[in-house]
């Protein structure tokens, strides 16, 4: 054997030895790579978890402000149906007495001609009043055997008559209307005990 040859199996022997050592680095570097690799990965997981935690989150506030929304044009709908519906509802309540006074008016006998045409010309006028308040959707509450509804009647007084059921109406002291739905003013009724 030369000294060169002697030189390359020395290097050989060494490279063996070394070559342990450099497994070992090897490994360590590959397993440190990996743990860095976990480590990012679960912090990107984390990362994504609380990303779409916070888009949830957003979603539901989305949803529960077009909910809000909804529900405020809704109301806002219905209100205006409302104001148009019974809009007539004050000067309504404010002709009721006039309506009144021309029904005691109209049970006056006539004593002369005079006072018939004044009382045929007041009863146009009567007729033509109620049909505006037909037309604006006022109707005349019923009564009189019908079953008493505190909805919709005022009981005054009480008596015991035959030919009537209990709960019953017997008689019509003022008359009621209602505007479509709605009361305007309850009739004034006797009821059967």
């Given at each position: 054997m030369n000294k060169n040859e002697a030189k390359d199996m020395e290097t050989m022997t060494e490279q063996d030895e070394n070559q342990p050592e450099k497994l070992t680095e090897e490994t360590e570097n590959d397993e440190f790579v990996d743990e860095v690799v976990e480590a990012n990965e679960e912090e990107e997981n984390s990362r994504e978890n609380e990303l779409e935690a916070q888009l949830a989150e957003a979603n539901q506030r989305i949803l529960r402000v077009q909910a809000d929304y909804d529900n405020f044009r809704r109301r806002s709908r219905e209100?205006?149906?409302a104001a148009a519906k019974y809009r007539s509802q004050s000067i309504i309540e404010s002709l009721l007495p006039v309506l009144d006074n021309f029904e005691r008016a109209l049970v006056v006998e006539p004593e002369?001609?005079?006072t018939k045409s004044l009382l045929t010309g007041m009863d146009m006028v009567y007729r033509q009043l109620q049909d505006a308040l037909k037309n604006e959707g006022v109707e005349l509450i019923p009564t009189v055997g019908e079953t008493?509804?505190?909805?919709?009647?005022?009981?005054?007084?009480?008596?015991?008559?035959?030919?009537?059921?209990?709960?019953?109406i017997v008689e019509e002291?003022?008359?009621?209307y209602q505007l479509k739905d709605r009361v305007i003013r309850p009739s004034m009724v006797k009821v059967n005990a």
């Open positions: 209100e205006k149906e002369s001609e005079e008493f509804d505190p909805h919709r009647h005022q009981a005054v007084m009480q008596v015991e008559e035959e030919g009537y059921e209990s709960n019953q002291l003022q008359k009621g």
